[in-house]
């Protein structure tokens, strides 16, 4: 899985964790990490860069890209569409330009308190 950063790793596997322990078809990214099923890859914010580096492997790749603003996010939905036409691939862009813009303001309030 290829994320932006340490950051993202970081969310992505707290909150599939917790997701998973209330819907257990969830998958749970640590534990996938863990066992050797899943390996992430923080790219840094230079996914182009990667695309070409892992194509190679002829493994399937899955790219989760922040959203980001104007002209960037034009840059990065053709990127996406570049990578989905690959075989095995796949890329999703964020509408936010985080992944930790997805938390709800009342639920940080709540780990603050």
């Not at 997701?19 to 990214?29: E, F, G, V």
């Not at 603003?69 to 990065?76: G, K, L, S, V």
Request: with cysteine.
């Amino acid at each position: 899985m290829v994320v932006e950063g340490a950051h993202d790793i970081e969310f992505l596997t707290r909150i599939s964790t917790l997701l998973h322990t209330a819907h257990p078809t969830l998958p749970d990214l640590a534990a996938m990490e863990r066992d050797r099923e899943l390996i992430f890859l923080p790219i840094g914010g230079h996914p182009r860069a990667w695309l070409r580096r892992l194509a190679p492997l002829q493994l399937p790749e899955f790219y989760l890209l922040d959203g980001e603003a104007p002209p960037e996010r034009e840059q990065r939905e053709e990127l996406v569409a570049q990578i989905n036409r690959r075989m095995r691939c796949r890329a999703v862009l964020t509408r936010k330009r985080s992944l930790e813009n997805y938390l709800h303001p009342q639920a940080i309030q709540a780990v603050a308190d």
